[in-house]
């Protein structure tokens, strides 16, 4: 039964929640934008595979080191202190990271620039040629200083998140993709592909500074120059890294293994599975990333004060509304994968046959959303726990089988004469769907129960109305009399979404009071 103090938990983090997920479909629409302008600019070719490559192992240093392994065991440490009213011992954990994570990117990022073409030829792409080689090498070069910069942006995020502030760190992902689309725009025309690595650098600065100015306003906030290596806090956080980071190394090393693969198999296969990926991301962005991160920092409060009642209240609320949300999503982009990737990348350089491969990719990844989603928030449920061990040795072993499941499907898929890429992306989602329902029943002993039968039971009814959703719009797409490409793909979307929420109400949906809070800040 829900308690006063869980219901109001609750509806603090669905009103995070709503003002994570505005930010994050503002975030998704421009990263669209800068996909889609990049797609028609250089379409599947040779550069825009380069840049692809270079980009993923920039990013992978960014995670490795300041990403989700840093800001999971940060966060739950940072808040703690927070809630004892030790503000003066909470900045100086946060100085010591910042000071610590800028020192190690910084001569990583150098050894990067040092030894590019053979990070790339033995670590990214060894099916490249010499040319296209030494081409990466040199995007590596510019692309690998936005890691450092990401690095001290990523934990500006954390410290803003644990002081319950989530539109502008929520809003600096739609910052980057402003950056990267003025290195189309404006960069591209005269230094065509450099242009675009250059404009990822100013990106990832813009994702930076946007967060500074309610960095200033924190109370209390003061600069220490140390790194803190005695402090204790900062010990917990390191030890809570220690298992996260070997998860994220696993994910990461999955992530370099498809574009290593790639790399031997046909022309465009990296640029297919590097737009593929996003377009599945972005409604788990918006859905399970903005639920996630909003709630964490309750989570971690509810755990600080010894509330395990509300945080298993809190933990069902959001598994709930984030599967409502993730199961029609998943369907829907199944059935409509190509005309969503015709519409938003056909032209100039990309062709009907570089459809053919995004979408193809799509296809496997879009059957993982939901596994996704539900990863996203379990997790978090685990690190407000201060559990970092659990998630990540699960994480190793889905990983793992990633790994194996690449080799296999990539061979099962050019034996049977379909594209290999395709089985990346196949064995990507498997991993994270056997992931996913090994954490849930591993939080669900863990907290004695999670309302499991409320959950089953809401999914049930999530997935009736998402199989008759699909089947409208597979009825539509056959028998619609319009031809017009946008306008079909709107009817589509628009009547799917209306008869969903129909069932929904008729099944007398509790989760849509929750949905009507993270759309109501007011709620």
Known sequence: ????????????????????????????????????????????????????????????????????????????????????????????????????????????????????????????????SPEQEILTAHLLRIQVLSSVIFGISGLV???????????????????????WILGIYLLAPSMGIYGLAWGVVIGSAFHLLVQVPRLLKLPQRKYWPMLGLHVPEVREVARLMGPRLLGVAIVQLNFLLNTYLASFQPEGSITAISLAFPLMLMPEAAIAQSVAIASLPTLSMQVARNKLDDMRSSLSASLRVVLMLAVPASIGLILLRRPIVSILYEGNEFDAHSTDLVAWALLFYSIGLVGHCVVEIISRAFYALHDTKTPVFVGVGAMSLNLALSFVFVALFNRVGWMPHGGLALANTTATLIESGLLLYLMNRRLQGIDGKKILQSTLKFLAAGLVMGLLIAHLMGNFPVQQPVIRLAVFVCAGVFLYLLMMLAFRSEELTSLKKIFNRKG
């Open 1 to 128: 039964m829900e308690t006063e103090s869980s219901h109001n938990a609750n509806s603090q983090i669905a009103r995070a929640a709503g003002t994570v997920m505005f930010a994050f479909i503002i975030s998704n629409l421009f990263g669209l934008l800068a996909k889609t302008l990049t797609a028609r600019a250089f379409g599947t070719g040779v550069e825009s595979n380069s840049f692809f490559a270079a980009n993923r192992f920039s990013e992978i240093l960014f995670n490795l080191v300041a990403g989700g392994a840093l800001g999971s065991a940060f966060i739950p440490v940072f808040t703690s202190l927070l809630a004892r009213d030790d503000r003066e011992e909470a900045w100086k954990l946060a100085s010591s990271i910042v000071n610590l994570v800028s020192l190690v990117l910084i001569a990583v990022s150098l050894l990067t620039m040092l030894f590019s073409r053979q990070v790339v030829h033995y670590l990214v792409a060894p099916g490249f």
């Open 157 to 179: 995020m954390g410290i803003l998140n644990a002081h319950q502030h989530f539109l502008l760190p929520a809003l600096a992902p739609a910052l980057y993709q402003i950056g």
